[in-house]
Nanobody, 126 residues
Framework: VQLQASGGGLVQAGGSLRLSCAASGRTGSNGPMGWFRQAPGKEREFVSVIDTWSSRIYYADSVKGRFTLSRDKAKNTMNLEMNSLKPEDTAVYYC????????????????????WGQGTQVTVSS
C-alpha cells in the first residue's frame, strides 16, 4: 500500500487549504484512514479519521467545526478540507491507513496505523 499526500502550502490565518491523499494497492481493505500532524518539537497528533466500516468520521477537538474529512471510495482518495486556519495548525500533515479493523477506542492512536504518506507541510501565518 502506498499513500501520496498533497495540497499543503502557506496560507494566512483564517484561510483555507485542501489536502488530498491517494491510496494505491488498498482495494478491499476495511481499516480506518485518517490524518495526523506533527509540529516541530511535538509528537504526532491525531487530526481526523474515518472508520471505513461504519463511515463514521472522528475529529480532534482542536479542529472540530473547521476541518472536514471526506473519502471517495471509487477513486481511493481521501481529502481534508481545512477552513479558518490558525497559526497553531502549522505542521506536517500525514495521511495514514490501517489494514484491518480496530476498536474505536484506539482509532485515534498513530501507532495502530500500518501505512503512512510522506507528509505535506501546512504553514499558517499570523
Amino acid at each position: 500500500v502506498q499513500l501520496q499526500a498533497s495540497g499543503g502550502g502557506l496560507v494566512q490565518a483564517g484561510g483555507s487549504l485542501r489536502l488530498s491523499c491517494a491510496a494505491s494497492g488498498r482495494t478491499g481493505s476495511n481499516g480506518p484512514m485518517g490524518w495526523f500532524r506533527q509540529a516541530p518539537g511535538k509528537e504526532r497528533e491525531f487530526v481526523s479519521v474515518i472508520d471505513t466500516w461504519s463511515s463514521r468520521i472522528y475529529y480532534a477537538d482542536s479542529v472540530k467545526g473547521r476541518f472536514t474529512l471526506s473519502r471517495d471510495k471509487a477513486k481511493n482518495t481521501m481529502n481534508l478540507e481545512m477552513n479558518s486556519l490558525k497559526p497553531e495548525d502549522t505542521a506536517v500533515y500525514y495521511c495514514a491507513a490501517r489494514n484491518g479493523r480496530i476498536v474505536i477506542s484506539s482509532i485515534t492512536r498513530a501507532e495502530v496505523y500500518d501505512y503512512w504518506g510522506q507528509g505535506t507541510q501546512v504553514t499558517v501565518s499570523s
